[in-house]
Nanobody
Framework: QVQLVESGGGLVQPGGSLRLSCTAS????????IGWFRQAPGKEREGISC????????????YYADSMKGRFTISKDNAKNTVYLRMNSLKPEDTAVYYC?????????????????????WGRGTQVTVSS
């Protein structure tokens, strides 16, 4: 059974940090392009970052939405079948449900996307609340 599970969300003060995890079961995560998305109440889902399948020299190509560059970092641990999203200098406007998503690609492909339209598999999300 293909499953993605997000974890690591919670309540954090402005300026704080969190590391979200997206752990896959039932498939090898590195055969997929993986995206992180978020959705705040009353707003559309937006793409944050994505990471492609590994190639011979790196864990995969990474891409960020322009508004997320500098504060958010995506990474992957293939041994743990997990992708991470490190979030620093959090702001109240970062409050949202954060989701990871996966789309199968051929091994070594540098594809991933910041558009939710391209992903078939989704986790249930983890809530991040930034508030004092």
């Amino acid at each position: 059974q293909v499953q993605l599970v997000e974890s690591g969300g919670g309540l954090v003060q402005p300026g704080g940090s969190l590391r979200l995890s997206c752990t896959a079961s039932g498939f090898t995560l590195d055969d997929y392009g993986i995206g992180w998305f978020r959705q705040a109440p009353g707003k559309e889902r937006e793409g944050i970052s994505c990471i492609s399948s590994s190639d011979g020299s790196s864990d995969g190509s990474t891409y960020y939405a322009d508004s997320m560059k500098g504060r958010f970092t995506i990474s992957k641990d293939n041994a743990k079948n997990t992708v991470y999203l490190r979030m620093n200098s959090l702001k109240p406007e970062d409050t949202a449900v954060y989701y990871c998503a996966a789309e199968w690609v051929s091994s070594g492909s540098n594809w991933c996307s910041l558009s939710s339209d391209y992903y078939d598999f989704w986790g249930r999300g983890t809530q991040v609340t930034v508030s004092s």
